[in-house]
């Protein structure tokens, strides 16, 4: 079971999310403030962390800094959600020790495409390694489905 600590202070947008997920099979964790999502990282160790920018008590930028910090946290990737849409920001995002972001409202499309891209990562440890067709002589009956 792949877990997601959804860390939102909108009990709609958390709302939203957890649907979201639990759609696409992950099991969801909550937090409502910044010393929720460090709490809860702790206590659940979720594959995966989507936090929320705007929030009380710590902000997205302090919970992240401090899940950097801490050696018990420090690879536990994490997502940005926020409503900042302008360049600048999405630069201090990615240079803040986020792992990517979403922009709300969050559309099924971009959120699939960032688990993929972070969860899948994992995955890809255990698989073989990629091999063009042009070293396989059954490259393309592999190509048209017959991939196991
Ligand atoms: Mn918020």
């Known amino acids: ?15 939203l999310l ?24 702790e206590q659940t160790k979720p594959d995966l962390l989507l936090l929320d920018i705007g929030m009380p008590v710590l902000d997205g930028f302090a919970v992240v800094r401090k899940i950097r910090e801490n050696p018990r946290l420090a690879t536990q990737p994490v997502l940005a959600v926020t409503a900042y849409a302008m360049q600048g920001d999405r630069e201090k995002i990615l240079n803040s020790g986020f792992d990517g972001y979403l922009s709300k409202p969050v559309n099924a499309r971009s959120l699939t495409e960032e688990l993929d891209h972070l969860l899948g990562k994992r995955d890809d440890r255990d698989a073989p390694p990629h091999q063009s067709h042009e070293s396989h002589p059954d490259g393309k009956a592999r190509a048209a489905g017959n991939r196991k």
């Open 1 to 15: 079971m792949t877990r997601v600590l959804v860390a939102e202070d909108n009990a709609v947008n958390r709302e």
């Open 18 to 41: 957890r649907e979201l997920l639990e759609m696409r099979g992950y099991t969801v964790v909550e937090a409502c403030d910044g010393e929720g999502a460090l709490r809860m990282s």
